[in-house]
């Protein structure tokens, strides 16, 4: 993966019998290519020597607030902005509640409060004091502050106990550490992203829409920003947070939606991604009134609506990668496929939205992804964990889009 290259993590060990997991975190982090900084509370020392930590660290490590070698060196406030991250693991119920109080007693506190970067926190305790209301009102302050929490998990504790507050594993640590930082891999690409319903009016009141709640969109558009992209996210009305670093533009109608994107491809876009689920028809005429209540039936026109993706697809120059969504309800693969071709999409991204547990508006997708080699099935997970995968395979297209050439061509049409 390589996210962590170059990063600066200081990891703050206090004092739990679990302390012996860091050694192997710290390896997991350097292998990785971060360099760590280890902060020990006084009790973390009782469990485990300065000197280990130093080996595995490769650099002396932190214990004392007035440390007058250490000023000379690195003291807390180089060290606290020296941070890309700061660890704290394992954090014992006592820590967490002097980090809720933002309490400043000693370096590895004093540290939290100090540094602008991302604090985590993997706690590890008794079962019974994870489960105290004590700790769950300090969890609650330190996740309200935005605070990273990984695990405790649940198992046999070293006290006898069975139960949550075990310390994550070394590689569940790192994993979450690692999944925070950017991949780059899309670092100077321009990615647009379609996402959410469109809404077509049908007098002043009432419109045709779909159950799209946007957020396989979102979860893309975070995807990709996290990856480096200049990410625009043009979407229908929808309720979600704007993921950081990404520009939103709202919508209500598909005509709407072409027009941004068309603004938004001004200059060359590398990847554009169509998830919105656009309406295919639109009122002919949209009424200025509202329309009043008649005979026992109404007849309405209906008129196709443009293929947004379709135009993308086709616009010169055209984006080095095209990706659609196919919404299913039958014949998944061949539908999806049929769509690829006639809209010319180097990959269609296809989902079954007659199930409830995925597709519209559920926090989890199945999908097929189908492109010039064949179908293949991503298994079901969360939206936001698919949107890195399709991210992640879409920035390996892009990095063979030098000889990416779609093949279906023949066929255009809708
Ligand atoms: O928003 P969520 O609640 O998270 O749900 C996610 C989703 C189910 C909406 C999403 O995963 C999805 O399937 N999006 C595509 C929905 C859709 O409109 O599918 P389609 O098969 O009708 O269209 C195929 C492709 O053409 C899509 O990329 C669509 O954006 C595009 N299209 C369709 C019609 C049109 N007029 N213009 C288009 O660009």
Redesign the pocket.
């Known amino acids: 993966m390589g996210h962590l290259q170059n990063r600066n993590i200081i990891i703050g060990v206090t004092g739990g019998i679990a302390a012996y997991k860091i050694a192997e975190t710290i390896r997991l982090l350097r292998r990785a290519g971060a360099s760590v900084r280890v902060i020990m509370s006084r009790g973390a020392q009782a469990f485990m020597t300065p000197l280990t930590l130093q080996s595995l660290s490769g650099h002396p490590v932190h214990t004392d607030l007035l440390d007058e070698t250490a000023e000379m060196g690195m003291g807390h406030i180089e060290l606290a902005r020296w941070a890309d991250a700061y660890l704290i693991a394992p954090a014992t119920a006592d820590t967490l509640a002097r980090l809720a109080m933002g309490r400043a007693d000693d370096l590895l506190t004093t540290t939290a409060l100090a540094t602008p970067a991302p604090l985590f926190v993997a706690p590890a305790m008794n079962q019974q004091m994870w489960a105290s209301q004590a700790t769950t009102a300090n969890m609650k302050l330190l996740l309200d502050r935005g605070v990273h929490v990984i695990g405790p998990e649940s198992g046999e504790q070293a006290c006898g106990d069975i139960g949550a507050g075990r310390l994550s594993e070394p590689s569940d640590i790192y994993a979450a550490i690692d999944a925070f930082f950017p991949t780059g891999k899309l670092a100077g690409k321009k990615v647009i992203i ?3 319903p469109t809404l077509e009016p049908i007098d002043p009141v009432r419109f045709i829409s779909n ?7 979102f979860a893309l558009a975070q995807a990709a920003a996290e990856a480096g992209a200049d990410t625009v996210l043009i979407c229908g009305p929808v309720t979600l947070e704007t993921p950081a670093g990404v520009t939103r533009i709202d919508i209500r109608t ?1 005509a709407e939606m072409l027009d941004a994107c068309r603004l938004y491809s001004a200059t060359p876009v590398d990847l554009f991604i ?5 309406a ?1 028809y639109r009122p002919q005429t949209a009424a200025e009134q509202k329309i009043k209540k008649g005979g026992a039936s109404i007849t309405m026109e209906l008129v196709r ?6 135009e993308m697809a086709q616009m010169n120059p055209r984006p080095a990668v095209v990706v ?5 309800t039958e014949d998944l693969v061949d539908h999806a496929q049929a ?1 690829r071709l006639a ?1 010319q999409l180097d990959v269609i991204v296809a ?1 079954d ?1 007659s199930r409830v547990d995925i ?3 559920s926090d989890a ?1 199945a999908v097929t992804w189908i492109d010039e080699s064949g179908a293949e099935t991503i298994a079901m997970t969360t ?1 936001n964990n698919l949107a890195k995968i399709v991210i992640e395979r879409c920035a390996g297209l892009l990095g063979s889009s030098a000889d990416l050439e779609f093949s279906g061509r023949e066929g255009a049409g809708s």
Do not use: L, Q
């Open positions: 379609t996402a959410g159950h799209s709640s946007g957020k396989m969109g598909a169509g998830s919105a689920a656009v295919d609506n443009p293929d947004i993706i379709g659609g969504f196919a919404a299913e769509k809209k989902n939205v597709g519209f508006n997708n939206k």
